[in-house]
């Protein structure tokens, strides 16, 4: 008896009872009822903890190729004895055509194995009149990751988070596997896209479920937190390179981590969030019952927290019933997404900034090359650059995760486009990191500020519109370079730059969502709209004289 009067207790003061009549005018949204039921605490932690593990594996994926398919120096064979060396060859040796006879293509290399055993280029010739085919290698995850992006986020809204995840992990594993074993150039290049399609799906889903496994209060820090493993990842690539230098055994190591994902078929939970969305009520009530008992959080009564969920899925439905009934628009899916001027305008944005940041990361990424002969060192030093950048959420909370945002934008551009006004080598490279700083930033905190600003009948959608866009803007990086420098050095530099001043900008055009409960659809974000204007009306009326207390308008209600 004591303890249920406990547990009436603490219900009561987190999240307190109304009248059925106040009930039935207040949306309610799950981050109360998640709140309500098990708090925010060690759960959280340990479960946020353990599913961002996978980014300290993913960059075997997305950042092999700097190894796997690095170029050694190499001279053309043609002429000489079939086992000549590279260190036997003349120092002016020509590499892309035979001896004496400059209208004629080599069609024999040697390579300088100093640095590397085998590479994909070693073993199919990719140099000279063939290197497009090794572009192309680079290429076909990105191009597999727009269609991912396509995909990732209608699969995970319809089938649910868990179950489009685990479904890519096993792709993941098996293609891992897959591009050590095949020996011709062309399956190598099937398993790269296949692997770019399974990466940007599970990347979408792991991506919505941190937002909505965590707190409101939160959820800024599991936003950035989550993705420190990644430089860790690039580390321990460069390590697995640095030991391993033939591309067959280094592509086995690489594999070998993804066996992890195979625990999350009983390690990782559905999103509670897309549970009650579904009417699953009674699995959602497992889930936290589960983190209300690691938390040491008393669970408010069953039939109490279902009658709470069904009142957030019941208040969901009567706000898309009243859209529907207003504008046509449908219940889920791109027919909300495109039927909503605000989440139009929101996805229009969210794109673009993704595109320009991709794409200025990895464009100082490749200056970042050139800041020590070694490569390993050099993907060591970029990944510890980036380490600060996951610590950035104290801003997000303070500055608002809006006002962040503008600013590590403002800061990378500004450090870009200084280095036209000095050429110095030291110079260069202090600005390449600060910039480098600054766009890792703005990578973190742009999918913050998206999961919070998209509704959850859609936020999955809209995750996969953002991956598009990094897909692209990582694909369009190579081309910026290679058309510009030829004009200026430093002329991709203010491309980048340019482009993320512009992205500062369009960041003023979405909303700030500190300390704001994440919408259920997309009528509570057109409502928040509104009352911040009705705000903004009656804060007009108070500059001409007439005494009002905008602190106790309540918008978060609308949201």
């Not at 098990?38 to 994926?61: D, E, T």
């Not at 098996?174 to 095949?182: I, P």
Request: aromatic share 10%; hydrophobic share 50%.
């Amino acid at each position: 008896m004591a303890d249920a009067a406990k547990k009436s207790v603490v219900a009561e003061r987190t999240f307190a009872p109304v009248d059925d009549e106040d009930d039935s005018e207040k949306d309610v949204f799950f981050d109360d009822v998640m709140e309500w039921c098990c708090g925010s605490g060690r759960w959280q932690v340990l479960l946020v903890s353990y599913m961002s593990m996978i980014w300290l594996i993913l960059p075997a994926i997305s950042m092999a190729m700097m190894f796997v398919g690095a170029s050694p120096d190499f001279r053309c064979a043609d002429g000489f004895d079939a086992n000549v060396t590279f260190s036997a060859l003349p120092a002016d040796t020509p590499r892309c055509h035979p001896v004496g006879d400059a209208g004629a293509s080599c069609s024999r290399w040697v390579f300088d194995t100093s640095m590397y055993e085998s590479t994909v280029v070693t073993e199919w010739n990719l140099v000279c009149g063939r290197k497009p085919l090794l572009s192309m290698l680079q290429s076909w995850v990105m191009l597999g990751g727009i269609v991912g992006s396509a995909i990732s986020g209608q699969l995970s809204d319809r089938f649910g988070r868990k179950p489009v995840f685990l479904s890519t992990a096993v792709t993941i594993l098996a293609c891992a596997f897959a591009s050590a074993l095949v020996t011709d150039y062309a399956s190598f290049a099937a398993v790269r896209f296949v692997t770019g399609v399974a990466m940007a799906t599970l990347v979408g889903c792991h991506t919505v479920m941190t937002m909505e496994m965590a707190g409101r209060r939160t959820r800024a820090a599991f936003g950035t937190l989550s993705g420190l493993p990644f430089p860790f990842g690039i580390m321990l690539v460069a390590a697995g390179s640095y030991a391993l230098r033939s591309h067959r055994q280094l592509q086995l190591a690489y594999a070998v981590p993804f066996v992890f994902l195979l625990s999350n078929f009983w390690l990782r939970p559905e999103s509670p969030h897309w549970l009650v969305v579904q009417g699953r009520f009674a699995e959602a009530y497992t889930i936290l019952e589960r983190g209300a008992r690691c938390n040491r959080h008393p669970m408010p009564p069953k039939e109490e927290v279902l009658a709470k969920m069904r009142r957030v899925r019941d208040s969901l439905l009567a706000r898309e019933a009243a859209a529907h009934r207003a504008t046509g628009r449908g219940r889920q899916g791109w027919r909300q997404l495109v039927g909503s001027p605000i989440l139009v305008r929101y996805s229009a944005v969210a794109f673009f900034i993704s595109f320009v940041i991709c794409g200025a990361y990895f464009g100082v990424t490749f200056d970042m090359t050139q800041l020590s002969a070694s490569p390993h060192l050099a993907a060591v030093l970029s990944a510890l650059v980036e380490l600060p950048s996951y610590c950035v959420f104290p801003l997000l909370d303070r500055l608002g995760r809006r006002g962040s945002l503008v600013a590590f934008l403002l800061t990378g551009a500004g450090a870009m486009l200084l280095v036209l006004a000095d050429r110095r080598p030291a110079v260069w490279m202090a600005l390449g990191l600060v910039a480098k700083f600054g766009v890792s930033a703005a990578f973190v905190g742009v999918w913050v500020l998206i999961g919070e600003c998209m509704p959850t009948t859609v936020r999955g959608l809209a995750f996969g519109v953002c991956q598009t866009g990094v897909r692209l803007g990582g694909a369009a990086a190579p081309f910026v370079v290679d058309l510009v420098s030829d004009l200026h050095p430093a002329a991709p530099s203010a491309v980048f730059g340019a482009a993320m001043l512009a992205a500062g900008l369009a960041t003023l055009l979405l909303p700030e969502t500190n300390n704001q409960p994440l919408p259920e659809t997309a009528v509570d974000i057109e409502n928040r709209t509104s009352r911040k204007k009705a705000a903004g009306d009656l804060q007009g009326v108070s500059g001409n004289g007439t005494a009002l207390d905008l602190e106790k308008v309540e918008l978060s209600d609308s949201f």
